[in-house]
């Protein structure tokens, strides 16, 4: 990127706008790593993110899948929770009042075991004032009814994404899987039904085994990836989906510094999620929202906004 | 609740694989209860990525300083056993619920599993300043795997101990000193508590024998953990439904080690 002095020291503009959703910074937790705010909010003022996305909900409650649920790996961990959650109902009744405190918008993730259950969660989520956008959940690897079924379908995904915007008018983000061959195509579908965002990667399938007992290490055998380890992955779908669409990406995928955020801006996303890294440093997103404006105003970058996609690839004919 | 730095005064090894650490924080050593425990990121930048649960062995509060126990099982607590006095470590804490000490109690059973004695010495001196009657039976593997006597002793309440090999105290395990102990079952057992934490087939025991005489009984549990503030639902421990759950009713329902937890009422527990 071209470097700008930035005499005055006017304090970088980190705000962006997703799909109608104004956010102060684009810095907002990954769903399944912050519950439901109320865990982190002893830790942290989520005045300063950008927005709050919560654990995926589902119409009624679901209690998870047995343990153990997570294991480490080399730079990353492996999770298999099952989309444990409340419910819609007790959602709205014991868990929307915390949320509703905050001036940050509140994005809630969502998921159904059929497309009536996505319609019908998407409906009653709706009807709260609170909820400034839906996050469609496509790509649980854990459980069959999380959605995967019609994330790595482009068919499938387009008929669900179509049937959900149908009941909501509120900004519709749909989560999409790298456990697929091709994710430029399950994005373009999820476009083209009415998606306003797609947010980018959920986790990747993986497993591990302990040797000595020769059993799997998660008691669903398989398991989600993330943490560090993913980045690259993430990194490049970001990229390849950033040249085919035209709504906005939500980058996610082993975010853990201010760097790494910048980086998938510059790969095409107009916001990001930090999931795994806040396990280790309950402070991490204050600091990473710090640490780009340290860097932009560094670097003579007023507005963040000229950062994203600005990727430079001298030798692409396409570019 | 606190996330910080600490600065590590002590850490040596104090039986085969088992070390104890001592680290100043004030801030921990002024709030913590017993049963609760910290998230330590064990080898800094290149270590693992997630941070390690470890319960609080003991608090010297005048000194402002916490000390931990634990045994190297993998690559985190190894980068641990490593660390030297003057090292700076990240931790997170205190966390989790604790042992309840109710004010009406006239007596406590301490059951201790091997490693499991570590949430067990700072509920012990608690239990002492209270002037309560306090039994402590130690069990472990073998004599090299009992840890704490020293300090148990120092408090001057009944020891008991137990090895699975008979190398040091009764030969059996520790469930069973528990058992004799209590007598004949319907033997009268008045305002007793158990306190328990061990490996999970030992807690299980004492669990059964807790209900058997009718004794409240708590666990301190052990699990994996990502989070350790009831974030990530990682640490999940089968539990048995309050009524007011009971639209889980068909499915198993969990609590969260780390924040429900780690000390559970025995019968709460699915064994």
Same mark, same amino acid.
């Given at each position: 990127?071209?470097?700008?002095?930035?005499?005055?020291?006017?304090?970088?503009?980190? #705000?962006?706008?997703?799909?109608?959703?104004?956010?102060?910074?684009?810095?907002?937790?990954?769903?399944?790593?912050?519950?439901?705010?109320?865990?982190?909010?002893?830790?942290?003022?989520?005045?300063?993110?950008?927005?709050?996305?919560?654990?995926?909900?589902?119409?009624?409650?679901?209690?998870?899948?047995?343990?153990?649920?997570?294991?480490?790996?080399?730079?990353?961990?492996?999770?298999?929770?099952?989309?444990?959650?409340?419910?819609?109902?007790?959602?709205?009744?014991?868990?929307?009042?915390?949320?509703?405190?905050? #001036?940050?918008?509140?994005? @809630?993730?969502?998921?159904?075991?059929?497309?009536?259950?996505?319609?019908?969660?998407?409906?009653?989520?709706?009807?709260?004032?609170?909820?400034?956008?839906?996050?469609?959940?496509?790509?649980?690897?854990?459980?069959?009814?999380?959605?995967?079924?019609?994330?790595?379908?482009?068919?499938?995904?387009?008929?669900?994404?179509?049937?959900?915007?149908?009941?909501?008018?509120?900004?519709?983000?749909?989560?999409?899987?790298?456990?697929?061959?091709?994710?430029?195509?399950?994005?373009?579908?999820?476009?083209?039904?009415?998606?306003?965002?797609?947010?980018?990667?959920?986790?990747?399938?993986?497993?591990?085994?302990?040797?000595?007992?020769?059993?799997?290490?998660?008691?669903?055998?398989?398991?989600?990836?993330?943490?560090?380890?993913?980045?690259?992955?993430?990194?490049?779908?970001?990229?390849?989906?950033?040249?085919?669409?035209?709504?906005?990406?939500?980058?996610?995928?082993?975010?853990?510094?201010?760097?790494?955020?910048?980086?998938?801006?510059?790969?095409?996303?107009?916001?990001?999620?930090?999931?795994?890294?806040?396990?280790?440093?309950?402070?991490?997103?204050?600091?990473?929202?710090?640490?780009?404006?340290?860097?932009?105003?560094?670097?003579?970058?007023?507005?963040?906004?000229?950062? @994203?996609?600005?990727?430079?690839?001298?030798?692409?004919?396409?570019? | 609740?606190?996330?910080?730095?600490?600065?590590?005064?002590?850490?040596?090894?104090?039986?085969?694989?088992?070390?104890?650490?001592?680290?100043?924080?004030?801030?921990?050593?002024?709030?913590?209860?017993?049963?609760?425990?910290?998230?330590?990121?064990?080898?800094?930048?290149?270590?693992?990525?997630?941070?390690?649960?470890?319960?609080?062995?003991?608090?010297?509060?005048?000194?402002?300083?916490?000390?931990?126990?634990?045994?190297?099982?993998?690559?985190?607590?190894?980068?641990?056993?490593?660390?030297?006095?003057?090292?700076?470590?990240?931790?997170?804490?205190?966390?989790?619920?604790?042992?309840?000490?109710?004010?009406?109690?006239?007596?406590?059973?301490?059951?201790?599993?091997?490693?499991?004695?570590?949430?067990?010495?700072?509920?012990?001196?608690?239990?002492?300043?209270?002037?309560?009657?306090?039994?402590?039976?130690?069990?472990?593997?073998?004599?090299?795997?009992?840890?704490?006597?020293?300090?148990?002793?120092?408090?001057?309440?009944?020891?008991?101990?137990?090895?699975?090999?008979?190398?040091?105290?009764?030969?059996?395990?520790?469930?069973?000193?528990?058992?004799?102990?209590?007598?004949?079952?319907?033997?009268?057992?008045?305002?007793?508590?158990?306190?328990?934490?061990?490996?999970?087939?030992?807690?299980?025991?004492?669990?059964?024998?807790?209900?058997?005489?009718?004794?409240?009984?708590?666990?301190?549990?052990?699990?994996?953990?990502?989070?350790?503030?009831?974030?990530?639902?990682?640490?999940?421990?089968?539990?048995?439904?309050?009524?007011?759950?009971?639209?889980?009713?068909?499915?198993?329902?969990?609590?969260?080690?780390?924040?429900?937890?780690?000390?559970?009422?025995?019968?709460?527990?699915?064994?």
């Amino acid at each position: 990127m071209k470097k700008h002095s930035n005499p005055t020291k006017e304090r970088a503009n980190l #705000s962006v706008d997703i799909a109608g959703i104004k956010l102060k910074n684009p810095v907002m937790p990954a769903s399944g790593t912050f519950g439901y705010g109320e865990e982190f909010g002893e830790y942290i003022d989520i005045n300063k993110l950008g927005a709050i996305v919560v654990k995926g909900i589902s119409l009624n409650p679901h209690s998870g899948n047995p343990p153990p649920r997570i294991v480490e790996t080399a730079g990353g961990m492996l999770n298999a929770i099952g989309l444990e959650n409340v419910g819609t109902e007790a959602f709205i009744k014991k868990k929307l009042p915390f949320l509703r405190k905050f #001036s940050t918008p509140l994005i @809630v993730n969502f998921f159904g075991k059929t497309p009536r259950e996505y319609k019908e969660v998407a409906k009653k989520l709706s009807e709260q004032e609170e909820i400034a956008g839906l996050e469609m959940n496509i790509s649980c690897p854990n459980v069959k009814e999380g959605g995967i079924a019609f994330g790595i379908d482009p068919k499938r995904t387009y008929k669900l994404v179509s049937q959900v915007r149908q009941v909501t008018t509120l900004p519709l983000l749909v989560k999409l899987s790298p456990n697929v061959t091709d994710i430029k195509a399950i994005a373009l579908s999820a476009e083209e039904a009415g998606a306003d965002g797609l947010s980018l990667i959920n986790t990747i399938t993986g497993m591990a085994i302990d040797l000595d007992t020769g059993k799997p290490k998660l008691h669903n055998i398989t398991g989600g990836l993330s943490g560090p380890a993913i980045k690259p992955v993430a990194l490049r779908m970001v990229w390849e989906v950033s040249r085919v669409v035209k709504v906005p990406l939500i980058g996610i995928g082993g975010i853990s510094t201010a760097r790494d955020a910048l980086e998938f801006m510059v790969a095409g996303a107009s916001a990001i999620q930090v999931g795994t890294a806040g396990f280790t440093n309950i402070t991490i997103m204050p600091e990473i929202i710090e640490g780009m404006k340290d860097y932009l105003e560094v670097n003579g970058i007023i507005d963040i906004k000229r950062l @994203v996609g600005s990727l430079k690839v001298p030798d692409n004919p396409k570019n | 609740m606190h996330q910080a730095d600490v600065i590590v005064l002590y850490n040596q090894e104090v039986a085969h694989s088992c070390y104890k650490m001592r680290f100043l924080s004030s801030e921990i050593a002024e709030s913590a209860k017993p049963g609760q425990f910290i998230m330590i990121k064990a080898g800094g930048e290149f270590g693992p990525l997630l941070r390690r649960p470890l319960s609080i062995h003991r608090i010297l509060a005048s000194e402002g300083a916490v000390e931990i126990l634990y045994k190297v099982v993998g690559t985190g607590t190894r980068l641990l056993s490593e660390t030297k006095k003057g090292d700076f470590l990240n931790l997170l804490g205190p966390l989790g619920n604790g042992f309840k000490i109710n004010t009406d109690l006239h007596a406590a059973v301490i059951v201790s599993g091997g490693i499991g004695v570590a949430p067990l010495l700072f509920l012990a001196e608690k239990i002492s300043e209270k002037k309560i009657d306090l039994l402590i039976l130690l069990g472990a593997k073998t004599k090299n795997d009992i840890l704490a006597v020293s300090e148990l002793e120092n408090l001057g309440g009944e020891i008991k101990l137990a090895t699975e090999d008979g190398s040091l105290g009764c030969r059996g395990l520790v469930s069973e000193l528990l058992e004799k102990r209590l007598g004949p079952p319907g033997s009268p057992v008045s305002k007793i508590h158990c306190f328990t934490c061990g490996p999970r087939r030992m807690m299980a025991r004492v669990a059964k024998l807790s209900k058997q005489y009718k004794i409240p009984c708590q666990v301190s549990l052990e699990a994996g953990m990502a989070c350790g503030i009831g974030a990530c639902l990682g640490c999940a421990v089968e539990t048995k439904p309050r009524e007011w759950e009971n639209y889980f009713a068909s499915q198993p329902h969990y609590q969260r080690v780390c924040k429900d937890g780690p000390v559970f009422d025995s019968d709460e527990v699915v064994w």
